[in-house]
């Protein structure tokens, strides 16, 4: 799966990013280096959220689909 996210430089120093496809996924960092492992991690963790928040009713079924 490839996603794009979108790096700014902030105006005190250092980097945030955001991805358009997940919203309210964003990060920060110090270095280009660091905004890519911030980066990795706040995906990884919007879709932990997303999978802890989903409620299956009685009759619904999970599937997991890889991409």
Do not use: D, Y
């Not at 919203?23 to 492992?37: A, D």
């Amino acid at each position: 799966m490839t996603i794009k996210a979108i790096v700014h430089e902030a105006e005190e120093g250092g980097f945030w990013a955001e991805v358009p496809a997940l919203p309210g996924c964003v990060t920060q960092g110090e270095s280009e280096e660091e905004i890519r492992t911030n980066l990795l991690e706040a995906v990884e963790l919007w879709f932990e959220a997303g999978e802890a928040s989903a409620v299956a009713e009685k009759e619904s079924r999970v599937l997991e689909l890889a991409l």
